[in-house]
């Protein structure tokens, strides 16, 4: 729930259709307003850019481009929205380009809940504010 | 063994006349021709008769040293008949020392017909294969205007009814009186000859060194020889010369027993040359050069620096150049000629030495024991390329297998499990209120599941590590240094990507490396990695170093980790070196060849 009530509005990205329709199951349940979904990178990027949520999950693995140069795009156009990084590998499995990418932060599929969405959101809260305290 | 060459073989049959038969033959003549002068009707003393028939005995015997040095050689290119009827034709000069009116007309006609002779061995000597109808014609021409014509000129200007001379008293004419029919006969076989001479000049310009040694002295002589008809020819011709006549003639009785000199010298310098070679194909018989070098030493030996040598593989039926890459036969050509040794190989030279392939074979012969030996060492080169391609290919197959399997249980049964993993949260949502074993009961299959992803997880980048294919070499390494125990830094490394198993040794060295120092450097040990990508001794190289400042005294031989790491490295061709003195730390430093 954001500040004013209304539920948080995401878009779903995973090239998976059973994925995505487990995951929209679990995320409305959960108070999540999925209000779009996206197969590959570009689409991703489109969607975002049509919808405008409030947080966009985003596999890493996608046709088209990866979920990395998707989140650069994103960030580009929107410099608001949420943006956290899903995938069955292993966050170690993709070296150090997690931390390098324009995310907010990362969540193994199996583990998606609003705990762990909340604490990677959390996480980059801190981050900017610690980033934006010394200026 | 050597090319065929029937044709040679026919004519050198015929060019191959007895030697003393031919020595014999020419003593007698000698003897009857010395006598015949003495008492030829001309009263001459014995003084007189040495003084008139020095020259053109000198001259014939040389001619026929030059007929007997040639025709050993078996070269058809070297006009042995000529030099013989050279010879004959002398020989009958002396016969213009006897009064008869008949041996006059004879003595008369062979010392113009000579001169036919001379430049056909002019042109024929070492003619090679060029302009051989500009040569045919020469010849023909030279015979033309020294025979028939100067019959025609001779009956015509009523020499049949002439009262014999002593010709081999011209010497002493002070000057003759000419027409112009004299000039003009007389002019002709000039012209030939300064043709000739062009002919030769040209050919010499454009043999290849060897051979040029040879010729050089020819040379000097058909410039001699030339210069002494071009001058008779003028004395005919020029009024003011005609005074000069007994020298003229004196000249060029000199020249015919002096040219054959230059020729007979020209003939053994070419020999020498040819021992030289052979020298030198020796010497590489007493110290064969080192493996691959025996193409530098023949070419050198033959003066042809184009010189290539192919080996025959018997195996494979096939031809490999020294450093045992195959290659085919070449095809002899205008720009080259192919010598094949059977069963061993073939000597790819320059058609120039096609002149004298003597020469040739008689280095081939003698290289041959030492290219034998090269063949088998291009063999080997062969086969170890050979085994070297088949591993690196067996090494990429299986780093593509390790990366297909990783990649199929990624998106297969990993993917499945963790639907399955959502599917149990919303069942477990689902759960009525107060049913606590029920929920107990998915809460502990959700707690497996996880422990299951986990594990195959494991397994996967056990099999492959995923992040080489996710986020490359220096990502992945500078991962692995962030997960080590033992503190490391990544100080090096090279953006971009690399095959993948060059990429996978890399990481496993690295990684193994990493464990190793945290296993044996001890608590205070940091470890540094550096990775340079580079030239190195001619061919692109990963080099890999693994430095920590520990306890040392790590054995390769001993560790099997150490042991599959350099088996991994070898496989690709590279190698892998361990520096681990006790108490000075560990360095591991790998070398790996890489196209990127």
């Known amino acids: ?135 | 063994m050597l090319r065929s060459r029937p044709r040679s073989r026919l004519r050198a049959a015929f060019t191959a006349p007895s030697t003393p038969l031919l020595l014999a033959g020419q003593t007698l003549a000698t003897v009857l021709g010395i006598v015949g002068v003495r008492f030829g009707g001309y009263g001459l003393t014995w003084a007189d008769t040495v003084s008139h028939t020095v020259l053109p005995l000198a001259a014939a015997w040389a001619f026929t040293c030059c007929a007997i040095v040639a025709a050993e050689r078996r070269r058809p290119t070297e006009a042995v008949w000529p030099m013989l009827l050279a010879a004959g034709l002398c020989m009958l000069l002396l016969l213009g020392g006897i009064k008869n009116q008949l041996v006059f007309q004879i003595a008369f006609l062979s010392d113009w017909l000579v001169m036919g002779a001379i430049a056909h061995v002019m042109t024929d000597f070492a003619r090679g294969a060029a302009y051989p109808r500009l040569r045919r014609a020469l010849v023909v021409a030279g015979y033309v205007t020294t025979g028939p014509c100067v019959l025609v000129w001779f009956v015509t200007a009523g020499g049949l009814s002439a009262r014999p001379r002593d010709l081999l008293a011209e010497i002493q004419v002070d000057t003759v009186s000419v027409d112009t029919a004299d000039i003009v006969f007389s002019m002709l076989p000039t012209i030939v000859y300064v043709v000739g001479l062009g002919l030769f000049c040209v050919r010499w310009a454009t043999a290849s060194r060897i051979l040029r040694r040879g010729w050089t002295t020819v040379l000097l002589g058909n410039i001699g020889m030339t210069g002494v008809y071009v001058y008779t020819g003028l004395m005919i011709m020029v009024p003011a010369l005609r005074s000069t006549y007994g020298t003229g003639i004196a000249a060029s009785r000199v020249g015919l027993a002096v040219w054959p000199l230059f020729l007979l010298a020209g003939l053994v310098r070419a020999r020498a040359g040819r021992s030289v070679a052979a020298d030198l194909a020796a010497e590489l018989g007493h110290a064969p050069p080192p493996p691959g070098r025996l193409q530098g030493a023949l070419a050198r030996a033959l003066g042809d620096p184009s010189l290539r040598l192919v080996y025959y593989r018997p195996a494979h039926r096939d031809y490999v150049d020294p450093d045992g890459r195959p290659t085919p036969l070449p095809e002899s050509g205008p720009d080259r000629t192919v010598t094949v040794l059977a069963g061993v190989g073939a000597i790819v030279h320059d058609p120039a030495l096609d002149e004298s392939p003597d020469l040739v074979r008689a280095v081939a012969a003698t290289a041959r024991l030492l290219m034998e030996n090269e063949r088998l060492h291009a063999e080997v080169r062969a086969q170890l390329a050979q085994v070297r391609a088949s591993r690196a290919r067996i090494v990429e197959a299986g780093v593509t297998a390790r990366r297909k399997i990783e990649r199929d249980l990624h998106d297969g049964a990993q993917q499945r499990l963790v639907t399955l993993a959502l599917m149990l949260r919303i069942a477990r949502g689902q759960v009525p209120e107060g049913d606590a074993s029920l929920a107990a009961a998915i809460d502990e299959a959700a707690i497996e599941l996880r422990h299951a992803i986990g594990e195959l997880r494991e397994l996967a980048r056990g099999i492959h590590p995923a992040v080489l294919t996710e986020a490359g070499l220096s990502s992945a390494l500078v991962s692995l240094a962030e997960r080590s125990t033992a503190p490391a830094e990544v100080v090096e490394v090279p953006e971009g990507r690399y095959p993948p198993g060059v990429e996978e040794a890399v990481y496993f060295v690295v990684s193994e490396s990493l464990a190793n120092a945290a296993k044996h450097a001890g608590d205070a040990a940091r470890v540094t990695i550096t990775v340079v990508a580079g030239l190195h001794g001619g061919r692109q190289t990963m080099t890999v170093e693994i430095a920590d400042d520990g306890n040392g005294g790590a054995d390769a031989s001993r560790g099997s980790g150490l042991r599959g790491l350099a088996d991994r490295v070898e496989a690709l061709d590279g190698t892998l070196t361990v520096h681990s003195p006790v108490g000075h730390g560990t360095r591991v430093l790998a070398e790996l060849p890489c196209a990127s």
């Open chain 1, 1 to 135: 729930m954001t500040a004013t009530g209304s539920p948080v509005t995401v878009v779903l990205v995973d090239d998976h259709e059973g994925y995505r329709r487990l995951a929209t199951r679990l995320l409305t349940a959960w108070g999540y307003a999925v209000v779009g979904e996206a197969a590959d990178g570009p689409g991703a990027v489109d969607a975002v850019r049509t919808l405008r949520p409030d947080l966009v999950l985003l596999d890493v693995q996608l046709p088209g481009f990866d979920g990395f140069t998707a989140a650069g795009l994103i960030r580009e156009d929107d410099a608001g929205v949420g943006i956290v990084l899903i995938s069955g590998r292993d966050r170690a499995d993709y070296g150090d380009r997690v931390v390098r990418a324009q995310a907010d932060g990362y969540v193994a599929k199996e583990e998606l809940s609003p705990q762990s969405l909340a604490a990677v959101l959390a996480t980059a809260r801190r981050a900017a504010r610690g980033n934006a305290e010394p200026a």
